[in-house]
């Protein structure tokens, strides 16, 4: 990546934290609050005419449109941020199954049948004695079968 581009991204990464932390503000809610309450007082005054309505539609829409943006870079930092840490917890355990790295880039066919995999596990944990049993799993289907072969319930 050209310096550039680096320095573009870390300006709109900078930016857009910062706007997205304004913007979720209880002042920022005020401040939105209160433009739209000057604006309908000031109805009467312009006689709600076309202009008068055209200023609040065009303003929002436009604050809107950026804000997508934003937001969405703010997000998708986020998500990314969110996913390496569920990874590193995922890594650092012995018992979990690595196949779940890196699991968010698979389709959505793909992350029906994993689905699948953990309903089955849900299933067998619910044929537990114990609340606290917890497998992997191949655990759980290697645990189950055993019980069934050898004649315990």
Do not use: C
């Not at 680096?6 to 401040?31: C, H, M, Q, W």
């Not at 355990?93 to 790295?101: E, P, Y």
């Not at 968010?104 to 089955?120: P, S």
Request: net charge negative; hydrophobic share 40%.
């Amino acid at each position: 990546m050209s310096k550039n581009k680096s320095e573009l991204r870390k300006f709109f990464d900078t930016f857009s934290n910062k706007v997205t932390k304004a913007t979720g503000s209880p002042y920022a809610f005020i401040i939105a609050s209160l433009v739209i309450i000057i604006w309908a007082v000031s109805g009467p005054l312009f006689g709600f005419s076309d202009t008068w309505q055209l200023v609040i539609n065009t303003g929002t829409t436009i604050i809107t449109f950026l804000m997508v943006f934003v937001i969405q870079q703010s997000q998708n930092k986020d998500t990314m941020a969110l996913h390496l840490k569920l990874n590193e917890l995922i890594a650092a355990t012995k018992t979990a199954s690595n196949r779940l790295v890196d699991i968010e880039d698979l389709t959505e066919d793909e992350l029906v049948a994993i689905k699948q995999f953990y309903i089955e596990l849900s299933e067998l944990a619910e044929q537990e004695k114990s609340l606290f049993t917890t497998h992997s799993l191949d655990e759980a289907r290697d645990n189950h079968l055993k019980k069934h072969t050898k004649g315990i319930e």
